[in-house]
């Protein structure tokens, strides 16, 4: 199958979720399943590590997991549920196939440096892929994160930022501005890529460029927010919130 094809069928598998639970993040959820289409079907390799930071967008995590075989995709409608592994944020100790239990925001970062610096203190030769939201580069952990990843040069580590410019409570430039966040990373040392985050040849050769560089990488993807669903797109009040039947019915249909 194509990665087009297996993003539709995780975006469609997002929708699921949020729909079966009534509750979760489809704006979010759907603006990095290409990243994680990406990453799992065309870009892992064996022992590599994902890190989900935005853990709200958990069900384009669980979507790829199940696709990949990691659980059976049937286990997708129990998701929020009571006593379901598939919990609202991703967690280490549930969940088949996650790597970092995650969620609170600004976190992620920090778990995937020591991540990456492991693999480089066992002379292992594995990468670690961190994603974060947006408005997390508000959290200032990010940047003492960032200013770790240089300073112990983690050139194993390759940071997607998913750049849809809205969170929950409005636009980037309404809530703190987060821009220019090329150039901010480069500051910090990064070796800094921009791409369109939903162009599986331009995520595949931005990751090639990282992994030849002698230092952390950050690919900065511009998305949209609510991607594949128009209804939806670029809605911050989709943020966090569930379709009811008919809108459930009309975005699979879409999709």
Request: hydrophobic letters at 40%.
């Amino acid at each position: 199958m194509e990665l087009t094809e297996i993003a539709r069928e995780v975006r469609k598998d997002i929708l699921l979720q949020v729909y079966s639970a009534q509750s979760g993040h489809p704006g979010g959820a759907l603006s990095c399943a290409d990243l994680l289409t990406s990453i799992y079907f065309d870009l892992i390799n064996e022992g590599d590590k994902v890190v989900l930071s935005k853990g709200h967008a958990s069900p384009a995590l669980y979507a790829v997991l199940a696709e990949k075989g990691f659980f059976p995709k049937e286990e997708l409608t129990t998701f929020r549920k009571i006593n379901s592994h598939l919990q609202g944020h991703p967690s280490l100790l549930k969940t088949n196939g996650v790597d970092a239990s995650s969620g609170s925001l600004g976190q992620g970062l920090s778990i995937a440096n020591g991540m990456a610096l492991a693999f480089k203190m066992d002379n292992k030769p594995n990468t670690v892929y961190a994603i974060l939201g947006d408005g997390e580069l508000q959290e200032g952990q990010i940047w003492e994160a960032a200013m770790t990843a240089n300073q112990y040069r983690l050139n194993n580590l390759i940071v997607f930022v998913d750049y849809n410019k809205l969170q929950i409570d409005g636009s980037n430039d309404e809530v703190m501005q987060v821009a220019p966040v090329k150039e901010k990373f480069e500051a910090f040392g990064f070796f800094a890529q921009e791409i369109d985050g939903h162009n599986f040849e331009a995520i595949r050769e931005a990751v090639m460029k990282a992994k030849a560089q002698e230092k952390p990488s950050v690919i900065v993807a511009n998305t949209i927010k609510g991607k594949g669903v128009l209804f939806m797109e670029n809605q911050v009040s989709w943020h966090g919130k569930a379709p009811n039947k008919e809108q459930y019915e009309k975005a699979v249909k879409e999709l």
